[in-house]
Nanobody, 116 residues
């Protein structure tokens, strides 16, 4: 079955960095685009970044452009989100996502807290 397992979250001070990882299994990883979403308390889940199946095309929500970088390693079936210059408003649970035959699959999420 499809599994997405996020890791790498934690508590970081404003201006700090974190790298999230999402290990995938149960599907043809190198054939699928992947996304990172986040959900802050009391807010709707928000798309943060997308990456195409071969990694050549990426896109970002405006609020994280020039601070976050999405990447993937198809040999390791893993997608990453490098987050730099973190701000308190980046605090959220971050989720990995893929869509297969019209169905969305989610990981369990990893908490990122940006606070001094």
């Amino acid at each position: 079955q499809v599994q997405l397992v996020e890791s790498g979250g934690g508590l970081v001070q404003p201006g700090g960095s974190l790298r999230l990882s999402c290990a995938a299994s149960g599907f043809a990883f190198s054939s699928n685009g992947l996304s990172w979403y986040r959900q802050a308390p009391g807010k709707e889940r928000q798309l943060v970044a997308d990456i195409s199946s071969n990694g050549a095309i990426t896109s970002y929500v405006d609020s994280v452009k020039d601070r976050f970088t999405i990447s993937r390693d198809n040999a390791k079936n893993t997608v990453y989100l490098q987050m730099n210059s973190l701000k308190p408003e980046d605090t959220a649970v971050y989720y990995c996502n893929t869509r297969i035959l019209g169905m969305r699959y989610w990981g369990q999420g990893t908490q990122v807290t940006v606070s001094s």
